[in-house]
């Protein structure tokens, strides 16, 4: 059981570190069309646009998720809150980031500058949230709840057989 929680939790960790790979192959092409008054636009739209590829992933694994655990025959004790601990469970790495980069302040400006930079390719697909929320310590914090939150709305979706899309998608 406890494997198998981890194994689960680790698939939406692995979901966002994809988003957060491809993301960083291909911000090269958003700097390059970029010039200095538009970068954070251009930055913030781009970051939206793989949030939205990432929540796709990260919701729908969770509603197959909780489709299997339904299934009385694998005895997994399915509860309609557990997606959220799941997505809580795979965010812990980014909320050690987000301690790390309000605890660790350099006297250096450029080594400070390359820390946040580091931490905002890393929170990579959620960085329009860390700008909206005002690009505070506690916005990464913030920002980190979002994954818990597609990743229990996906795990519900399973469980009580709700499809959002089924409609718009001709399914009945």
Not at 28 to 53: C, D, E, K, P
Not at 75 to 80: E, G, N, R, S, V
Not at 105 to 117: D, H, P, S
Request: with cysteine; aromatic share 16%.
């Amino acid at each position: 059981m406890k494997k198998y929680f981890i194994k689960t939790a680790s698939k939406i960790l692995i979901d966002y570190v994809t988003t957060v790979f491809l993301f960083s192959i291909f911000s090269i092409s958003v700097l390059v069309i970029a010039n200095q008054n538009t970068a954070r636009a251009w930055w913030i739209g781009y970051s939206l646009v793989w949030f939205i590829m990432l929540m796709m992933m990260v919701y729908s694994r969770m509603k197959q998720v909780a489709q299997k655990e339904v299934i009385p025959q694998y005895d997994l004790h399915p509860f309609p809150l557990k997606g959220f601990v799941y997505g809580l469970t795979a965010m812990i790495p980014h909320f050690i980031v987000a301690f790390l980069n309000s605890v660790l302040v350099f006297k250096n400006e450029i080594l400070n500058g390359r820390k946040l930079l580091v931490v905002k390719i890393f929170f990579g697909p959620l960085h329009a949230f860390v700008e909206l929320t005002g690009d505070t310590p506690l916005s990464f914090y913030l920002v980190c709840l979002v994954i818990p939150i597609i990743a229990g709305a996906g795990y519900l979706g399973g469980y009580y057989g709700i499809y959002p899309f089924a409609r718009m998608l001709g399914k009945s």
